[in-house]
């Protein structure tokens, strides 16, 4: 069972390129979501999608794109990443009846 | 504003008992979450509460006071591999999970 699987799981990237981490589940759930986690905060939503064909925006949403072709896939996009996107992402996906979140291994993103 | 407040770090000792307390303020509340992550790992679910009173899952336990926007939890019989960080999570009135910034369990011999 794969559940959430996450890539890259880590990258190292220039300031001004742009960059798409990419999810994918195996569980059927309708709702999947992307965090960020940075040290001493809490985990925030940057964007999320209850089901395939809609988005919504977070809490930290700007520099950020998402789709949701599918109920399967929701990668995350930095058109053009800045070093304050420096972080650990998350994505996760939740089960309709009890709302617990599943969550993929993490991508470890650095900007210079 | 949404608020979640849980202590930064606390230490105990193997074998003893802990308790993690956490507190909350959001606009509206439809449940409370605890997780588990490990250093450099996914964070995964440990318990659920939506009613008030105290929810137990082997060493593990939970408890709620929604009355005072508050939630514990209490880990038993503590082993070395307790060492992480426990999550905080209350899902408000549009059913988005509002977290907290994670308390960081040291667990000494």
């Known amino acids: 069972i794969a559940g959430i699987t996450q890539a890259p799981t880590s990258q190292i990237l220039a300031a001004g390129r742009r960059m798409t981490l990419r999810c994918t589940q195996d569980m059927r759930h309708n709702a999947m979501y992307w965090y960020r986690q940075d040290l001493g905060l809490g985990l925030r939503l940057i964007h999320y999608?209850?089901?395939?064909?809609?988005?919504g925006k977070g809490e930290v949403p700007d520099g950020y794109s998402v789709s949701r072709a599918n109920t399967d896939d929701f990668p995350l996009t930095l058109a053009s990443a800045v070093p304050s996107q420096t972080s650990v992402y998350f994505c996760a996906s939740s089960d309709r009846n009890t709302g617990e979140l599943f969550f993929g291994e993490g991508s470890r993103l650095t900007v210079l | 504003g949404q608020n979640i407040d849980q202590p930064t770090e606390m230490t105990a000792t193997e074998g003893a008992i802990v308790q993690i307390n956490c507190t909350y303020q959001?606009?509206?509340?439809?449940?409370l979450f605890w997780y588990q992550q490990h250093a450099g790992e996914a964070p995964t679910f440990l318990s659920y509460n939506v009613l008030d009173g105290l929810e137990e899952k082997g060493r593990f336990s939970s408890f709620l006071s929604r009355s005072k926007g508050y939630s514990y939890l209490l880990l038993k019989e503590l082993q070395m591999k307790d060492s992480a960080s426990y999550l905080c999570a209350v899902r408000d009135s549009n059913y988005q999970l509002i977290w907290g910034a994670g308390t960081k369990l040291i667990i000494k011999p």
């Open positions: 999608s209850n089901t395939a064909g809609t988005t």
């Open positions: 959001t606009s509206g509340f439809n449940g």
